[in-house]
T-cell receptor, first 113, second 113 residues
Framework: AQKITQTQPGMFVQEKEAVTLDCTYD???????LFWYKQPSSGEMIFLIY??????QNATEGRYSLNFQKARKSANLVISASQLGDSAMYFC??????????FGQGTELSVKP | DTGVSQDPRHKITKRGQNVTFRCDPI?????LYWYRQTLGQGPEFLTY????????KSRLLSDRFSAERPKGSFSTLEIQRTEQGDSAMYLC???????????FGEGSRLTVL
């Protein structure tokens, strides 16, 4: 079975500091994709970053980077230089059959001024 | 606006009533997904369509739930005889073939009194 685990219900970070949000996954598929989405209070799911299981390098998108450790089955999101607008729920997701995404329970990030 | 559109954004209904949500995907996205998200949880997969064909249904989709995509464009999700446990955000997402990741709408929030 495919599963995503996010063990941090809530995280605090000081503005301009970096923060790491944890994500571990379980899948028996030899090829898979991992995603991070941001969900602000408005409710829309905003795509942040994608990592393919065979990608040679860790993905980066601006201030977002993905620390992918395949042997440990972890795909942690690193946000550098946190901004107040980064306060939101963050979800890790694993690509399943048919392109559907399997989401973790999320981490609520609060950025302090 | 060319994103995924959902209607209505908010719906309050009494227990036992039927409700219907509509989703208009991004033009030419042939895959369409429905998710349910309860407070404090990650989105849970309900069902998905490839064009007009419903290819997968989650066990979460009880007999009171039905989804259609009659012409392979917009989709509807109907809940019959609503229960208080149906109160949730219903998210729609779309994706074109060959592209990983989903594009989400802003969701339809259902409150059952």
């Amino acid at each position: 079975a495919q599963k995503i685990t996010q063990t941090q219900p809530g995280m605090f970070v000081q503005e301009k500091e970096a923060v790491t949000l944890d994500c571990t996954y379980d899948t028996s598929d030899p090829s898979y994709g991992l995603f991070w989405y941001k969900q602000p209070s408005s409710g829309e799911m905003i795509f942040l970053i994608y990592q393919g299981s065979y990608d040679q390098q860790n993905a980066t998108e601006g201030r977002y980077s993905l620390n992918f450790q395949k042997a440990r089955k972890s795909a942690n999101l690193v946000i550098s230089a946190s901004q107040l607008g980064d306060s939101a729920m963050y979800f890790c997701a694993l690509e399943g059959q048919g392109g559907k995404l399997i989401f973790g329970q999320g981490t609520e990030l609060s950025v302090k001024p | 606006d060319t994103g995924v559109s959902q209607d209505p954004r908010h719906k309050i209904t009494k227990r036992g009533q039927n409700v219907t949500f509509r989703c208009d995907p991004i033009s030419e996205h042939n895959r369409l997904y429905w998710y349910r998200q309860t407070l404090g949880q990650g989105p849970e997969f309900l069902t998905y369509f490839q064009n007009e064909a419903q290819l997968e249904k989650s066990r979460l989709l009880s007999d009171r739930f039905s989804a259609e995509r009659p012409k392979g464009s917009f989709s509807t999700l109907e809940i019959q005889r609503t229960e208080q446990g149906d109160s949730a955000m219903y998210l729609c997402a779309s994706s074109p073939d060959g592209l990983v990741g989903l594009f989400f709408g802003e969701g339809s929030r259902l409150t059952v009194l």
